[in-house]
């Protein structure tokens, strides 16, 4: 199977009647993805995935430079049963870069991995437990802001020196199926390390709080 898919995307944000600044976004991804014929009880796929994003913002918010982001991504995954029980298996890596207009070209290596199961006890409840690490590259957006964002009220300051975030999460669901009758409870748990976001530093710059990806 492969896809190809071309996104033009632009908008405006207007300061009352006046345009402030024209956000255009374009965007290609290409994914290609290959079936295995079961093998030794594992069925399952693998595949690649290209992306690549061209971004301008033009204008009085135009906070962040123009970039390029480039995401190369290979994937696969797994399931077999193990007679009541299927277990699922899938890991992904990506190479991510982001090169601004000016500045020097910031490339992140992101993986994860995640592993499920599912136990058929009877005909109408089953267990599940699903046990993922995800890690997720920085954004042009958080890597490169230096100005102000009237949306948010606020100047907003990139760290080009920020690690990729990432995220380990357990889940466990008693699911119950009978006829048009369908419930399901469950309990999970998402620990995050380096988890990025927009702090207030305190400071005002130009009359509008400073913040600061983090």
């Keep these: 199977n492969y896809r190809v898919s071309r ?6 944000e207007f300061e009352g009647e006046e345009v402030g600044t024209i956000f255009d976004n374009t965007g290609t991804e290409t994914r290609i ?3 295995q014929k079961e093998l030794a009880g594992w069925r399952g ?3 690649l995935q290209y992306g690549h994003r061209d971004f301008e913002a033009i204008g009085d918010e135009a906070f962040v430079p123009p970039s390029v982001t480039t995401d190369v991504g290979l994937f696969v995954l ?3 049963d193990f007679g009541d029980f299927k ?3 899938g890991a992904r890596h990506d190479r991510v870069e982001v090169e601004p207009e000016s500045g020097s070209t910031v490339t992140t290596n992101a993986t994860s991995f995640g592993a ?3 136990w ?3 005909e109408v409840m089953h267990l599940s437990v699903n046990l993922d690490r995800a890690e997720r590259a920085p954004t042009a957006e958080e890597l490169f802001s230096d100005g102000p964002h009237i949306a948010t009220g606020s100047f907003e ?3 080009a020196g920020l690690d990729k975030e990432s995220a380990t999460s357990g889940e466990l669901g008693l699911h119950l199926h009978q006829g048009r009758f369908e419930g399901k409870v469950s309990v999970y748990r998402t620990d995050y390390s380096d988890f990025i976001y927009l702090r207030d530093t305190g400071a005002e710059l130009d009359d509008l709080p400073v913040r600061a990806w983090v």
Excluded: N, P
Aim: aromatic share 12%; proline share 0%; net charge negative.
């Design 45 to 47: 796929a693998f595949g």
């Design 116 to 118: 499920g199961g599912i």
């Design 78 to 80: 797994q399931e077999r």
């Design 157 to 159: 300051i990139g760290d």
């Design 7 to 12: 996104t033009l995307y632009e908008h405006t």
């Design 33 to 35: 993805e290959a079936v």
């Design 120 to 122: 058929r006890f009877s």
């Design 87 to 89: 277990l699922e298996l």
